[in-house]
């Protein structure tokens, strides 16, 4: 669940990213090392993103920023494509990559494997539904799911 600081960071993101046929696909706002960084995903339907669309987002974002001021420490801001093997988080997520590759990583061991690939079938609220590479059809409690990412075999 995203904090305060990241829904705020969205909801200034959104129409901006939405006036240029965009959308954001994900907020982060966490401290590494000694530094806070704002990181926030852009996403289209279609294609890819390019680094005119992150620019075109990061200046009147950065411009919203410092007027609605959210963030009282100072921070990198970071426009970027989530990229290939990228997180799913939202529901949104689960549905448009329905029946891709995913990578499974649990919070402690499920089946004895900390991670698994499979393929996305359906995900609800308390479960999400994959098929193995065996075939086999398994559902698996949220609870136990640290993270979930697209999986891109190379």
């Not at 919203?64 to 990198?76: F, H, Q, V, W």
């Not at 290939?84 to 499974?104: A, H, M, P, V, Y």
């Not at 649990?106 to 479960?127: H, I, M, Q, S």
């Amino acid at each position: 669940m995203a904090n305060k600081t990241e829904q705020i960071v969205e909801q200034l993101a959104s129409p901006i990213a939405e006036a240029l046929g965009l959308f954001v696909y994900d907020v982060e706002y966490k401290k590494e090392g000694p530094d806070y960084f704002l990181r926030v995903f852009i996403d289209k339907a279609e294609g890819t993103i390019s680094i005119d669309e992150c620019e075109a987002v990061s200046r009147p974002l950065s411009d919203a920023l410092d007027e609605a001021d959210p963030i009282s420490e100072s921070y990198y801001l970071e426009v970027s494509s989530p990229g290939i093997e990228r997180k799913l988080k939202k529901q949104q997520d689960f549905d448009r990559f329905k029946d891709s590759l995913i990578n499974i990583k649990f919070f402690a061991p499920f089946n004895g494997e900390k991670n698994l690939v499979c393929v996305l079938k359906d995900r609800n609220e308390n479960l999400t539904t994959v098929e193995t590479e065996s075939g086999e059809t398994v559902e698996i409690d949220n609870k136990l799911i640290a993270e979930v990412r697209l999986y891109v075999e190379f």
